[in-house]
């Protein structure tokens, strides 16, 4: 169980409703050098590189933090970095049970239903790296999601930058037939 915003929650709300769950274990509790208001400076390096969720969000993915911190002392952190993902406060042994109460570490999961399966699981020097959608999304079960990939058949696939939006226009119908068409021809056909 952890605790949110809107109150408790279980490991299958912090998935949004979305197929995949990516939790990054951040230090920021008592004990932490900066608390609280700081939270550990590599998972503060870690929160400055996560981009805009909405492209995690179009591939079935909801990224959130979660550490041993209140809410009120992750809140007032979040507002004066800037920071705007979700973040819980562990409440019981979700970070023991997943290899990440004595460091930080990056698990990814995914859903058939109600049922939750752990899929992937990084920590230490592996961490750094991660940031960008693209990191994320490849520590997936389901990647990319994209036809390149060699993924078993049932998996969602659509073409190379099909997808792609800006993060205030998922959910249209469609991306542009502008970009599509321009993607589809390649870089040498690129405006200049």
């Not at 520590?139 to 036809?147: C, F, K, P, S, V």
């Not at 969602?156 to 021809?185: F, K, M, S, V």
């Amino acid at each position: 169980m952890a605790w949110g915003p809107e109150g408790t929650v279980g490991l299958l709300d912090l998935f949004a409703g979305r197929r995949q769950l990516i939790v990054y274990r951040a230090f920021f509790e008592p004990g932490v050098f900066g608390w609280p208001d700081h939270a550990c400076r590599g998972c503060s390096m870690v929160a400055d590189h996560v981009g805009d969720l909405a492209h995690l969000n179009a591939r079935d993915t909801t990224l959130v933090f979660a550490s041993r911190a209140p809410q009120r002392n992750i809140e007032a952190v979040k507002a004066r970095m800037g920071w705007t993902m979700p973040w819980y406060t562990i409440t019981d042994d979700f970070d023991a049970d997943f290899d990440v109460d004595e460091w930080h570490g990056t698990n990814a999961f995914i859903r058939d239903g109600d049922r939750v399966f752990r899929t992937y699981f990084i920590n230490a020097r592996g961490d750094e790296a991660l940031g960008n959608t693209w990191s994320y999304l490849d520590m997936t079960a389901l990647g990319r999601q994209e036809t390149w990939e060699n993924s078993p058949e049932g998996y969602p696939q659509t073409p190379p930058y099909d997808w792609w939006n800006w993060h205030d226009a998922y959910g249209d119908a469609e991306p542009a037939p502008q970009w599509l068409e321009q993607t589809r021809r390649g870089p040498r056909h690129l405006p200049d």
